[in-house]
C-alpha cells in the first residue's frame, strides 16, 4: 500500500513571501489531517478533513493559513504571509475513518528567513 | 482544556536496560490511546494503540503500553531496549465525545547507548 505522500520535502522562503504544500492519503482513507510540528514539541492539528468537509480547525490560524481538499482526496495547505514562527515540520496524515490510528506522510520542512 | 503530559523529555538507558516512559492526559471522558515513534529521519509511526478491553495493549517491536484509567496514564513499556529503538517517542490522546480532538504529548527523546 502506497503511504501518504507529501511535497516537497523541503521549503526555504523569506518572511512575507508565501508556500503551499501538498499532500495526497492512502487511497480510500476519508479523514486527512494537517499538523504543524515545531522542533521540541509534539504535532500540533491545524486542521482535520472528513473527505472534502472542515471537521475541526479550531487552532488554524486563519488570518495566513488556508486548506482545502477539494474533491476529497488530496490536499493543499498554504501559509500566506509567512513569518519566521512558521518555521516548522508540516505534517499530513490520513486515517480510515476517525477512530484509528493515522499514516503520516515524511513531512515538509519548512524554514522561514 | 485537554492536554497530554511526557514528563521525561530525554531519555538515555544502555542496551538491554528497561524502559518506561510515562504519559498522562487530562480528560474526563472517553479516550482512545496512541504511543507513536519517529525514528531519526523517518516520520511518525504507528506503535500501538487502546480503544477499549484489555488495559494492557502490545504492539509492534515488543513494546507494550498499559491504560490505568484511575490515574489517568498510558505509559509506554519495553523489557530490554535495543540500540535501534533510539527515537522520539509521542503519547497522543483521541477525545471520542462531542467534537472529538487529537492531542499529541510533546514527545520524549530515548537514546540507547550500544
Known amino acids: 500500500e502506497a503511504g501518504v505522500a507529501q511535497s516537497p520535502r523541503y521549503k526555504i522562503i523569506e518572511k512575507r513571501q508565501s508556500v503551499a504544500f501538498w499532500c495526497n492519503p492512502i487511497?480510500?482513507?476519508?479523514?486527512l489531517y494537517w499538523y504543524q510540528q515545531i522542533l521540541g514539541q509534539g504535532p500540533k492539528l491545524l486542521i482535520q478533513?472528513?473527505?472534502?468537509?472542515?471537521?475541526?480547525d479550531s487552532q488554524l490560524p486563519k488570518d495566513r493559513f488556508s486548506a482545502e481538499r477539494l474533491k476529497g482526496v488530496d490536499s493543499t495547505l498554504k501559509i500566506q504571509p509567512a513569518k519566521l514562527e512558521d518555521s516548522a515540520v508540516y505534517l499530513c496524515?490520513?486515517?480510515?475513518?476517525?477512530?484509528?490510528?493515522?499514516?503520516f506522510g515524511s513531512g515538509t520542512r519548512l524554514t522561514v528567513v | 482544556a485537554q492536554s497530554v503530559s511526557q514528563h521525561n523529555h530525554h531519555v538515555i538507558l544502555s542496551e538491554a536496560a528497561s524502559l518506561e516512559l510515562g504519559c498522562n492526559y487530562s480528560?474526563?471522558?472517553?479516550?482512545?490511546l496512541f504511543w507513536y515513534v519517529q525514528y531519526p529521519g523517518q516520520h511518525l509511526q504507528l506503535l500501538l494503540k487502546?480503544?477499549?478491553?484489555?488495559?494492557l495493549v502490545k504492539g509492534i517491536k515488543g513494546f507494550e503500553a498499559e491504560f490505568i484509567k484511575s490515574k489517568f496514564s498510558f505509559n509506554l513499556r519495553k523489557p530490554s531496549v535495543q540500540w535501534s529503538d533510539t527515537a522520539e517517542y509521542f503519547c497522543?490522546?483521541?477525545?471520542?465525545?462531542?467534537?472529538?480532538?487529537?492531542?499529541f504529548g510533546t514527545g520524549t527523546r530515548l537514546k540507547v547507548l550500544a
Open positions: 497522543a490522546v483521541k477525545t471520542t465525545s462531542g467534537t472529538y480532538k487529537y492531542i
Open positions: 487511497s480510500g482513507h476519508a479523514t
Open positions: 487502546y480503544f477499549s478491553g484489555d488495559p
Open positions: 478533513f472528513q473527505n472534502n468537509g472542515v471537521v475541526d
Open positions: 480528560y474526563g471522558g472517553t479516550v482512545n
Open positions: 496524515a490520513s486515517s480510515l475513518d476517525t477512530g484509528d490510528g493515522y499514516t
